[in-house]
């Protein structure tokens, strides 16, 4: 559906409307205590498309994904 979403406006819509309020809490949720570069980080790790290339296209494991951009995250403060 997300890939889609670039493409159809209507599919983009039902995308925003769905997962928009759960995508804008986890920022928020998670993005609380960290400055604007770190927030910046955060809004990449939340994206499908980060993960995508992490995991698919680079063949990183999740484990291993979620570990860089969690250090890269800490490490622009």
């Given at each position: 559906m997300l890939r889609d979403a670039e493409h159809h406006a209507i599919t983009?819509?039902?995308v925003e409307l769905r997962l928009g309020p759960y995508m804008a809490a986890y920022g928020k949720v998670l993005?609380?205590?960290l400055n604007a570069?770190?927030?910046a980080?955060?809004?990449l790790a939340l994206?499908?498309?980060t993960w995508r290339t992490l995991v698919r296209q680079s063949g990183l494991k999740t484990r291993v994904a979620v570990e860089v951009m969690v250090q890269a995250i800490e490490a622009a403060d």
């Open positions: 983009r819509e039902m993005g609380e205590t570069k770190q927030r980080l955060l809004q994206s499908f498309f």
